[in-house]
Each structure stands twice: as C-alpha cells, then as structure tokens.
C-alpha cells in the first residue's frame, strides 16, 4: 500500500484533496462552535469572531504540550486568551474545568462505543 506523503499528496486528484480540506475545516468549526456554546452556556459571553481568531493559538499551544492530552496546557491557554478578552478568571477556571470534563466524556463515550461495535463484528 502506498504511504501518505506530501509527494503523493500532489498526485492525488485535486477532488481528493479539496474533500480532505473540507472536512478538515469542517471539523475545525465543530471545535470551535462547541467551545463557544459550552462559554454560553457558563455564562461567558464572548463573540464566535473573537473565539476564532483565539482558537489557533489555544490548538498550537495543545499541540505542542508535552504532556498526556495537553492536560494543563490547554487550560493554561484557555485561561490566558478568556482573561485577556476580559473574562473574570473564576470563570475561566469554571470553564476549563466544565470544557475538560464534557470533551474527554465525550472522546471517552465515542471510544467506547468504537470499541463495542468494532469488537461485536464477526471477523471474516
């Protein structure tokens, strides 16, 4: 099987590649928006405009933690970009404790789910 390269990349047809993309994107957004209604909904009221222009620099800072799920991290940059905007710091420390809670209970129900059916599947 051929290996995902950029050199294949470019082989790729262009449909391929501007599917990857969107879907990308796609996902991107999903992030975002479930940030900004989980601040709605801890009463943190800053604007989805001022959310994406911050969420870059909280998903680099996660992506490049050394830690396991960039635990700290994240909260870390979280608390920095909500303080910033001008957010009261005991609700930023509500809101990355909620966010953390709400996002691994979900990766952690998805998981299991995967697991479950992948595990219930009869092997050919």
Do not use: D
């Not at 294949?8 to 391929?16: A, D, F, P, V, Y």
């Not at 796609?26 to 709605?40: E, K, Q």
């Not at 911050?54 to 992506?63: D, E, R």
């Amino acid at each position: 099987p051929e290996h995902l390269s950029f050199r294949s990349l470019s082989s790729m047809k262009n449909t391929i590649v501007a599917e990857l993309f969107l879907s990308a994107f796609v996902c991107y957004l999903a992030a975002v928006l479930g940030s900004w209604i989980l601040l709605r909904a801890v009463e943190i009221h800053v604007t989805f405009t001022q959310l994406l222009m911050f969420f870059p620099v909280i998903s680099i800072m996660a992506t490049i933690s050394f830690t396991p799920g960039g635990i700290g991290i994240q909260e870390a940059s979280w608390f920095g970009v909500l303080v910033y905007l001008g957010v009261e710091p005991q609700q930023v420390a509500e809101f990355v404790v909620v966010r953390r809670i709400i996002f691994e209970s979900v990766l952690f129900t998805l998981c299991t789910i995967g697991y479950v059916t992948y595990a219930t599947i009869p092997s050919k």
